[in-house]
């Protein structure tokens, strides 16, 4: 997994699949942040992408001006020009709320996806069943022919 995300950050694909699972995954460079979602492979889900860029639209739109702190404490602490052990960060009361946000988010991406196969399902219910209908009516008439040849 880390070598794909160090590949991933030259240009390759951001995707990775191994032992019936995928991860995805996109990148905020300039917040040093990755947000990655991991599924079951067998579940197809066509959502991932959008779900995805969703996510890190809404989190980097809460949460930037806390995080754009963080990543200028981690570099100045790095340079050496403030001490590690003087920066004090609450991600639990910074980041209150991204649960509630995640699962909303979620929902209307499984919604909407529920909506489409229902959709799928319901037109190839409808043309199956037009077809039925069709070939008995066909059936029928033929029989109708065969019963007034005799």
Sequence with gaps: MRDALIDSRSGSE???????????WSFVNDLELIFVVAYQRILQLTYVDDLIAALKALFVKLYEPFLRT???????AAAGTVS??????????????WDK????VLKKFEDRAAQVRYTVFMRCRTYLTT????RSA????????RHRQC
């Design 14 to 24: 951001q995707k990775y699949e191994k032992d019936g699972y995928a991860i995805k």
């Design 131 to 134: 077809r039925m209908v069709h």
């Design 138 to 145: 066909v059936h029928v008439r033929a029989k109708l022919r």
């Design 101 to 104: 946000y995640f699962d909303q």
């Design 70 to 76: 963080f990543v200028a404490s981690l570099h100045a």
């Design 84 to 97: 590690v052990e003087t920066v004090v960060w609450d991600f639990t009361s910074a980041l209150s709320g």
